[in-house]
């Protein structure tokens, strides 16, 4: 399931060659491209402003520790349990592919470790409605079923009434996944940095098929 963001928007190229480490540089380069009034790139166009993953994006200090601690090689789940992380691990590739080189399940429970219980339960609430789903249409887990099975889920709920439970639940998600993943480096490159300058044009979505809902 891809979802297409929007067109490609006009950027200044701006330098990012700090003295220090690639963290550094990869820091200021997170501040250009999702938030500072001269980029020129609003970060809704993401994440939408008013989504709990938006506030985590305006600090990239934030982004950064989480980030560490999900790039473990032994990982151990902050906040979800391990069936809750396998199921958001393989949600996030369904949606967003490549988020799990990217590492975007345990970054997101780090993230959410620390949200607030509300926020917390409305995306366990929106896991377990994708685990369920899988269960009533072909009698296995999320995690368990084929790319097709997982790719028709997918677009039912993106296709589903506005305002019906579903729909909530594939946007909440698709919130939290795309933001993890292009506030991630390969996202960040796939935007436009090269690892020291942000480019003038951020490029279309480069995975087969584009993002599009």
């Not at 491209?33 to 200090?61: K, R, W």
């Not at 509300?118 to 999320?142: E, T, V, Y």
């Not at 028709?152 to 579903?166: C, E, I, N, V, Y």
Request: glycine letters at 8%.
């Amino acid at each position: 399931m891809n979802d297409q963001h929007d067109a490609p928007r006009r950027i200044p190229v701006t330098a990012v060659d700090e003295p220090g480490s690639t963290g550094i540089r990869r820091r200021a380069a997170l501040q250009t491209l999702l938030g500072t009034a001269a980029a020129g790139f609003a970060l809704p166009a993401i994440v939408d402003a008013q989504h709990p993953m938006h506030a985590h994006l305006g600090s990239p200090g934030t982004v950064e520790r989480a980030q560490e601690k999900a790039a473990a090689s032994t990982y151990t789940p902050a906040f979800l349990d391990a069936h809750q992380l396998k199921t958001l691990d393989s949600l996030s590739e369904a949606i967003v592919p490549g988020s799990t080189a990217a590492r975007v399940a345990p970054f997101l429970d780090q993230l959410l470790a620390v949200e607030s219980p509300q926020n917390q339960s409305a995306f366990l609430g929106a896991l377990g409605a994708f685990d369920m789903a899988a269960i009533n249409k072909h009698g296995k887990a999320w995690a368990a079923l084929a790319a097709a099975e997982q790719d028709g889920l997918l677009r039912d709920a993106s296709t589903a009434a506005a305002k019906s439970p579903m729909a909530a639940h594939f946007q909440n998600l698709k919130d939290w996944i795309a933001g993890a993943y292009y506030s991630s480096e390969p996202g960040m490159r796939e935007l436009g940095w090269d690892g020291n300058v942000i480019h003038q044009e951020l490029p279309r979505c480069t995975h087969p098929g584009g993002h599009q809902a």
